[in-house]
């Protein structure tokens, strides 16, 4: 079966994904606003953005440390094999944590990159001794994060991205 063609966007869609992003509690009439429509044209775009899976949800972007998550953190893993069973594994096992809150398969010095969070020095120490304790993972590498000088959600869309 062939992959769905890419829906057709054109400088308006843009603008919405645009404004979105910036921010997703943005009242329809005032996003329609932004972007040069009435309120049920740009409803109707919306939709299928959704529909045809551009907008996959929303969300709110919630600060860890008050929540008592201290230190975030990335794993490098590498696994010992790389038969599909065993990818397929790897991934199920470490996507049910829910410290770890990204789960990307890598090409190139390792297998996965994982981003996870921890409260502290110590439950940092037990997320990595599990990842290393599992059978399948043959090498596990951790860099902690000092601080984050940009992290922004979604792509580059619109004027300013192209």
């Known amino acids: 079966m062939a992959d769905a063609p890419e829906p057709e966007l054109d400088d308006v869609d843009l603008n919405i994904l645009a404004e979105l992003q910036r921010d997703g ?6 996003l329609a606003r932004r972007v040069g429509l009435s309120a049920p044209p740009c409803l109707r775009r919306m939709r299928r953005l959704e529909e045809v899976g551009i907008i996959r949800g929303y969300h709110a972007d919630v600060a860890p440390e008050p929540l008592g998550y201290e ?35 890598i090409r190139g010095g390792g297998d996965f990159l994982l981003r996870l969070v921890a409260r502290d020095t110590a439950h940092e120490n037990q997320l990595t001794s599990r990842l290393t304790g599992a059978p399948m993972v043959s090498r596990v590498q951790t860099l902690q994060t000092i601080r984050t000088a940009k992290q922004c959600a979604g792509v580059p869309v619109g004027p300013e991205g192209g």
């Open 25 to 30: 509690r943005i009242t329809n009439v005032e």
């Open 71 to 105: 230190i975030t953190f990335f794993a490098l893993v590498g696994l010992d094999s790389q038969k599909q069973a065993v990818l397929d594994g790897f991934e199920a096992d470490v996507t049910a944590w829910p410290e770890v809150r990204e789960c990307h398969m």
